[in-house]
């Protein structure tokens, strides 16, 4: 991305800023390098759009004989909700029961961060990742659950400050066996003693 690219992005930031604080003037003191620090922190909090699934899952290795639920759970996360560009956060957890080849377990938070790191939906994460597990790594079943407080909830309109959201996806056998769905949420469920 070119300097020019960033330079208008910093710009439109002080144009921002100005509305804020309802100011024509030059930014005061406090201010004057936040455009920069905000494009900067975009960068980290925007970085998932260089990355895609088939890198991140590109090494797989055998499961020898293993075909149990390979489950992490309360992973936490923090994404930007596309509406309001207004923070939301909370936990997920990701499930898959695989056929010959399981993935480092790192690998499905790297996953979960990429798809957190741009401007989004809560429902679409949990779609995309369940999505590129059942696309890359071919699971008997895969199932991907979020559970989060919004930004956007908290500080202006409805104002509910606990409310979570909660969302899932079930493929595979999680959606069509009762007793695998049942086995899964009872494992995320399951008090960490
Ligand atoms: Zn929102």
Known sequence: MNEKYRENAERAVEILIRYIEKSDGGLREGLIRT????????DEI????SLNAEEILDST???EGYDG??????MEFHSTCEHHLQPFSGSAHIAYIPIERIVGISKLARLLDMH???LQNQERITLSIADDL?????PLGCAVILEAQHGCMKCRGVKKNNAI????????VFFENPEARAEILQLIQAKRA
Not at 35 to 42: G, H, L, T
Not at 165 to 172: E, Y
């Open 61 to 63: 290795f055998n499961a």
């Open 35 to 42: 455009p920069e620090r905000v494009i900067e922190s975009f």
């Open 165 to 172: 959201m909660s969302t899932s996806a079930m493929r595979g």
């Open 69 to 74: 639920i390979v489950l992490l759970k309360d």
């Open 46 to 49: 925007f970085s998932g759009y």
């Open 134 to 138: 059942v696309r890359v790594l071919k």
């Open 116 to 118: 957190s790191k741009r």
